[in-house]
């Protein structure tokens, strides 16, 4: 079991190494919807957020540059609304994707 779990902490060795961000990134578990264009929200975890982007965990496989409207859930008001522009995408698994999104903008609340 030790030599698994070596491993896997490796693995995070490895990705903060090849970190290339300018903005530090903080530790953010939410519900997140992905809105495209006019189809209904398709659910997500977010996974940490920076002043420049949020990480997003999802089964969807997307294209970068997609833009979409993100809604993040609040603990304190009403859900955020972002236009994201979709800067990355890795496999996470089978049927998984970690996705990296940069924030464009407010948006207005999706009508789906």
């Known amino acids: 079991m030790k030599a698994d779990v070596d491993r896997l ?4 060795q490895r990705a903060k190494r090849r970190e290339r961000r300018t903005e530090p990134r903080h530790p953010f578990t939410r519900p997140v919807y992905i809105h495209i264009q006019r189809e209904p929200g398709v659910l997500a975890i977010a996974k940490d957020m920076s002043k420049q982007g ?3 965990i999802t089964d969807l496989k997307l294209k970068v540059g997609t833009v979409a409207v993100l809604k993040i859930h609040s603990t304190t008001h009403t859900p955020v609304h972002l236009k994201c522009e979709l800067r990355w995408s890795d496999e996470f698994g089978k049927d998984w994707y970690l996705t990296g999104w940069k924030f464009i903008s407010t948006a207005p609340a999706p009508s789906t």
Request: proline share 0%; net charge negative; glycine share 14%.
């Open 54 to 56: 949020i990480g997003i």
């Open 9 to 12: 902490l490796m693995e995070i």
